[in-house]
């Protein structure tokens, strides 16, 4: 995964057009997913998607997306009805965004977090600074940490003061 932030922008890819935005329609913001037959893009919440195949074909956003009537707040309600049903079952199976998917999305977007964070670091070396955490970082799961860059693991977890826990 390749997160860019703060001004930073990706490449055109050679497959879509230069004339056609990528995400939004001022290309401001928004998604590029590329794999192994085609690219799709979306803007800011999902707006505007396309999909660009390997083959050359468009699919208009009209095609990449189906109609959904939910009512308001309808996912949320669907996901408070699949928690009571329990993991595994067929509400949970009907959803567009289980836990056992969106945990782990979750998790690689939050690793964005520590490696922004972890960009700012600087130690003083004589009169200029250095930026150690401006490298590649590895993420243990299971244990919950940084395992080549330990000052990272502040933004980890934190200390809470006397009296509170999340026990």
């Known amino acids: 995964m390749n997160w860019t932030d703060g001004g930073l922008r990706l490449f055109h890819p050679e497959l879509i057009p230069a ?3 990528l995400g939004d329609e001022n290309s401001t913001n928004g998604v590029l997913l590329m794999g192994e037959k085609g690219i799709m893009t979306c803007g800011t919440y999902g707006l505007n998607p396309k999909i660009y195949l390997n ?10 997306t189906k109609s959904m009537s939910l009512p308001e707040n309808g996912h949320q309600a669907k996901w408070v009805e699949a928690c009571k049903e329990g993991f595994g079952k067929e509400k949970h199976k009907a959803l567009t965004s289980s836990f056992d998917f969106t945990g782990p999305l979750t998790e690689s977007i939050l690793m964005r977090n520590l490696a922004i964070r972890s960009y700012n670091l600087r130690e003083k070396s004589g009169n200029r600074f250095e930026y150690p955490g401006r490298k590649k970082l590895l993420w243990d799961g299971t244990n919950m940490k940084i395992t080549n860059f330990e000052p990272a693991n502040q933004f980890v977890k934190r200390d809470y003061r006397k009296g509170w826990s999340l026990d």
Request: hydrophobic share 25%; no cysteine; aromatic share 0%.
């Open 19 to 21: 004339d056609h935005p």
């Open 55 to 64: 083959s050359g074909e468009l699919i208009k956003p009209s095609q990449a």
